[in-house]
């Protein structure tokens, strides 16, 4: 029941943003054709809409205002949904679920991209988060030839390349890490924990100075070594690859410094971590580093490297 109704709140708001202003009317025509009116209802009963409309505030924060010249709805917040914010995210996702089950005759002209592992902890994750308690987890990092045992307590989320991550203040509970490497937060992959379960007898306080979005500001995905530090950071890019970067930046501080029809160069203030050299290699030849000559120069050697790879 509770999912149906959240589903609804979610039609509910991404009819009126596409629509940027509608009548009462208009919504119940959408309504009575929506599969997920299972009553069948030839229009949203006012007391129902008025509840809708409140629930919406409370949980997505989202205002739905009426016009009273026009008669017509409108989010009177709208920018909100253009932040990038969980609210966004959270739209976003069931309205596009929505969208695909009101079309079943086009499951297959749809593909979409799946996560394939990991996501069975992410309930448990997020339940340690909300309750503030410890979780237990058995841990296979790449590194190691045997799993690790830990206590963790969760501070967010985060998921970037078909993975999600947990950030986290742990204790290696089988000694293989010592006091000073488990002094800061560390980021751990979903997909190489072999077991999550929640300590309910173990408590914890979030951390007042820890902000999720400040963690990750100057860094690109998730690697965040306190040994890089963001710099300012010049690439060139050719014409069509520049157009790739202005429609989806690599970063929030991504600016363009200069264009011209054959190419732009654009600035981030970013740590030049393995996840954002790696990016910058996945584009090829359409992009150079120009500065600072430090990251030039490992990206010409990690190419150089490439190239005799392919030539032996």
Same mark, same amino acid.
Request: one cysteine or more; hydrophobic letters at 35%.
């Given at each position: 029941m509770a999912s149906t109704m959240f589903n609804k709140y979610v039609w509910l708001v991404n009819t009126i943003y596409e629509?940027?202003?509608?009548?009462?009317?208009?919504?119940d025509r959408r309504w009575a054709a929506c599969y997920l009116n299972d009553s069948h209802e030839t229009h949203i009963q006012p007391r129902a809409f008025h509840r809708?409309?409140? #629930?919406? *505030?409370? =949980?997505?924060?989202? +205002?739905?205002?009426?016009?009273?010249?026009?008669?017509k709805y409108y989010i009177a917040n709208e920018d909100d949904l253009k932040a990038g914010t969980l609210q966004?995210?959270?739209?976003?996702?069931?309205?596009? #679920?929505? *969208?695909? =089950?009101?079309?079943? +005759?086009?499951h297959e002209r749809i593909i979409y991209e799946h996560i394939p592992s990991?996501?069975?902890y992410l309930t448990t994750i997020i339940q340690a988060m909300r309750d503030q308690v410890e979780l237990a987890v058995e841990y296979q990092s790449f590194k190691r030839t045997k799993p690790e045992t830990l206590e963790m307590q969760p501070y967010c989320v985060k998921v970037f390349k078909q993975r999600w991550y947990v950030v986290g203040k742990v204790h290696y509970t089988d000694g293989s890490h010592t006091a000073q490497e488990e002094r800061l937060p560390r980021v751990y992959a979903l997909d190489r924990m072999k077991s999550a379960c929640i300590l309910p007898n173990k408590a914890w306080k979030m951390p007042t100075d820890f902000h999720a979005d400040e963690y990750f500001a100057g860094y690109y995905g998730v690697i965040?070594?306190?040994?890089?530090?963001?710099?300012?950071?010049?690439?060139?890019?050719?014409?069509?690859?520049?157009?790739?970067?202005?429609?989806?930046?690599?970063h929030t501080s991504q600016k363009e410094i200069e264009r011209t029809a054959e190419y732009s160069i654009f600035e981030y203030f970013i740590a030049p971590t393995l996840d954002f050299m790696q990016e910058l290699r996945s584009q090829g030849?359409?992009?150079?580093?120009?500065?600072?000559?430090?990251?030039?120069?490992?990206?010409?050697?990690?190419?150089?490297?490439?190239?005799?790879?392919?030539?032996?």
């Amino acid at each position: 029941m509770a999912s149906t109704m959240f589903n609804k709140y979610v039609w509910l708001v991404n009819t009126i943003y596409e629509a940027g202003r509608i009548s009462k009317a208009d919504i119940d025509r959408r309504w009575a054709a929506c599969y997920l009116n299972d009553s069948h209802e030839t229009h949203i009963q006012p007391r129902a809409f008025h509840r809708y409309k409140e #629930s919406i *505030l409370l =949980q997505f924060g989202l +205002d739905i205002q009426c016009d009273r010249s026009s008669g017509k709805y409108y989010i009177a917040n709208e920018d909100d949904l253009k932040a990038g914010t969980l609210q966004t995210w959270l739209c976003n996702t069931f309205a596009v #679920s929505n *969208l695909i =089950q009101d079309s079943q +005759d086009l499951h297959e002209r749809i593909i979409y991209e799946h996560i394939p592992s990991g996501t069975e902890y992410l309930t448990t994750i997020i339940q340690a988060m909300r309750d503030q308690v410890e979780l237990a987890v058995e841990y296979q990092s790449f590194k190691r030839t045997k799993p690790e045992t830990l206590e963790m307590q969760p501070y967010c989320v985060k998921v970037f390349k078909q993975r999600w991550y947990v950030v986290g203040k742990v204790h290696y509970t089988d000694g293989s890490h010592t006091a000073q490497e488990e002094r800061l937060p560390r980021v751990y992959a979903l997909d190489r924990m072999k077991s999550a379960c929640i300590l309910p007898n173990k408590a914890w306080k979030m951390p007042t100075d820890f902000h999720a979005d400040e963690y990750f500001a100057g860094y690109y995905g998730v690697i965040r070594d306190e040994q890089i530090q963001p710099e300012l950071i010049r690439i060139w890019a050719i014409a069509k690859t520049a157009d790739y970067l202005r429609s989806l930046p690599l970063h929030t501080s991504q600016k363009e410094i200069e264009r011209t029809a054959e190419y732009s160069i654009f600035e981030y203030f970013i740590a030049p971590t393995l996840d954002f050299m790696q990016e910058l290699r996945s584009q090829g030849e359409s992009i150079e580093v120009l500065a600072p000559e430090g990251v030039r120069k490992e990206m010409q050697q990690s190419l150089e490297k490439g190239l005799i790879q392919y030539k032996n």
